[in-house]
């Protein structure tokens, strides 16, 4: 039925049409008779149509018909190309585009109908990003519009080597993403790969770009992102001309930049609005939190649990004397204090922004020093614990502070039973799995390992911009 066409006889065309779409109370619609014999039909969706312009339509129409009641159907036609959006021809393609907002014509005796340029478009304004914030840099962020979207980066850049494509994904092929990337930057082998993979994703209901995100990922098991997501123009206008493909998805204020590595999930634009020193040392900084999410706690369960001789003297009574009252493993002290942490953190996000705020840094405060005098945990491994989250917020990405989080709990783990040993083993693993993991093609952990030194001088630090540029050509 749904890959039927339209009959001649339009009033069992519109009756079928309106049993698909069944009983809504949201349904509009509209008749319009040309002449004695002959009537259009226009039927809508209240609140997605552009309700004065399909009024100034049907006006316009109604004024024709007076004007010159012997209009002939070519003429019809014509006055309707103005505003026509698709030419429809089966019920399928009706009801994609009527649930895309678009209003649609039908004509008496006519098997075509038509859906007409006439969405009203329900988006926000432009706003700051609220996930990637800069101290210095533009203050604009996407939006959930695809289009609006697409004219920010035309905006900003007026390159002409910059191509944009539409891909339709999911069983009906009716769900709208797009990719922009550089003809003559990006290689076309990257490109081939991306219009495949996103082909090839089932999914209709995409509510959001994270939604495909795992579907574009090469290794989907790994903690570790392989698709980067930025809300920033500027940040996706800089992977473009990097010779990456940036995919959009209707209805989704993020951007997905592929292929990608550690290295530009790390970066932020702070790095390249300020002078190369501060970046430098941002950028350190950075790479610093990381180990110190991942093993500083596992590092103190070790050397309390296994190792207490490589402890200063002094250090380890300290140490010692914290743990006087405490009937509990530094692991699990660890392991309590981490998963109270979580749950303020996540108490946090869900609540409203002033409320969250309040809780979060009331219920650490109360629930740290409540817990240290009840000789649950000791002071030292709240300081521990604070440094470590403090420290997982220096990461630029949400995606990969998560990341770091989960496995902040396993190196935990291992260092319970294996102390300094197991937490070595443990980098081990994580360094060979990043380095056998890939994007696109790309090595996820260059250029870290990469002899040549060029690309050294925008990764670790980031050093001026004449000197990177010499090192590209």
């Excluded at 009706?94 to 329900?122: D, Q, R, V, W």
């Excluded at 209709?204 to 392989?226: A, C, H, K, R, W």
């Excluded at 950075?286 to 991942?294: A, E, M, Q």
């Amino acid at each position: 039925m749904l890959n039927s066409t339209f009959q001649p006889n339009t009033d069992y065309t519109i009756d079928t049409f309106l049993d698909l779409v069944g009983s809504n109370t949201d349904i509009e619609s509209k008749k319009l008779w040309i002449s004695n014999t002959e009537y259009m039909y226009i039927v809508y969706l209240q609140g997605l149509v552009d309700s004065e312009k399909l009024n100034t339509f049907a006006e316009s129409i109604v004024r024709q018909k007076t004007n010159n009641p012997n209009q002939t159907m070519d003429t019809w036609d014509s006055f309707i190309s103005v505003v026509k959006s698709d030419e429809l021809h089966t019920y399928k393609q009706a009801l994609t585009s009527f649930f895309k907002g678009e209003p649609l014509l039908f004509i008496s005796g006519n098997t075509t109908a038509y859906s007409l340029n006439m969405t009203l478009s329900k988006q926000r304004t432009l706003s700051e990003p609220t996930t990637e914030k800069v101290v210095r840099g533009p203050k604009i962020s996407l939006i959930e519009n695809l289009d609006e979207n697409i004219a920010l980066l035309r905006q900003r850049s007026r390159d002409h080597n910059m191509a944009v494509e539409d891909i339709y994904i999911g069983d009906s092929q009716n769900h709208r993403t797009c990719i922009v990337f550089h003809k003559t930057q990006c290689k076309p082998h990257i490109v081939n790969q991306v219009k495949e993979k996103l082909t090839g994703i089932k999914l209709d209901n995409v509510q959001d770009s994270g939604m495909i995100e795992e579907f574009l990922e090469e290794t989907p098991y790994s903690p570790f992102p392989q698709v980067q997501n930025t809300e920033r123009p500027d940040r996706v206008l800089a992977a473009i001309n990097e010779g990456r493909v940036a995919i959009f998805v209707d209805g989704s204020p993020f951007a997905l930049l592929v292929p990608t590595t550690l290295d530009m999930i790390m970066k932020s634009p702070d790095d390249y609005y300020e002078r190369w020193i501060a970046g430098s040392l941002l950028r350190l900084l950075r790479y610093i939190s990381i180990f110190i999410t991942l093993f500083f706690s596992a590092i103190y369960i070790g050397l309390v649990s296994f190792h207490q001789g490589l402890l200063p003297t002094e250090l380890a009574i300290t140490i010692a004397a914290t743990r006087e009252d405490v009937p509990f493993s530094p692991f699990i002290e660890a392991i309590v204090m981490e998963v109270t942490i979580e749950l303020l953190r996540e108490a946090g996000l869900r609540l409203p922004t002033p409320v969250g705020q309040t809780v979060g840094l009331v219920g650490g405060v109360v629930i740290g020093q409540a817990a240290v005098e009840a000789h649950i945990v000791s002071s030292v491994m709240i300081i521990i614990v604070a440094v470590t989250t403090i420290a997982s917020f220096t990461v630029p990405q949400y995606g990969i502070g998560l990341s770091f989080r989960i496995l902040r709990f396993g190196s935990m783990a291992i260092a319970s039973l294996l102390g300094l040993y197991g937490v070595t083993l443990f980098f081990l693993l994580i360094v060979i799995h990043l380095t056998k993991l890939e994007s696109f093609g790309m090595q996820y952990f260059k250029p870290f390992y990469a002899l040549n030194k060029k690309s050294w001088k925008d990764s670790y630090v980031r050093l001026p911009f004449k000197r990177i540029n010499q090192s590209k050509k």
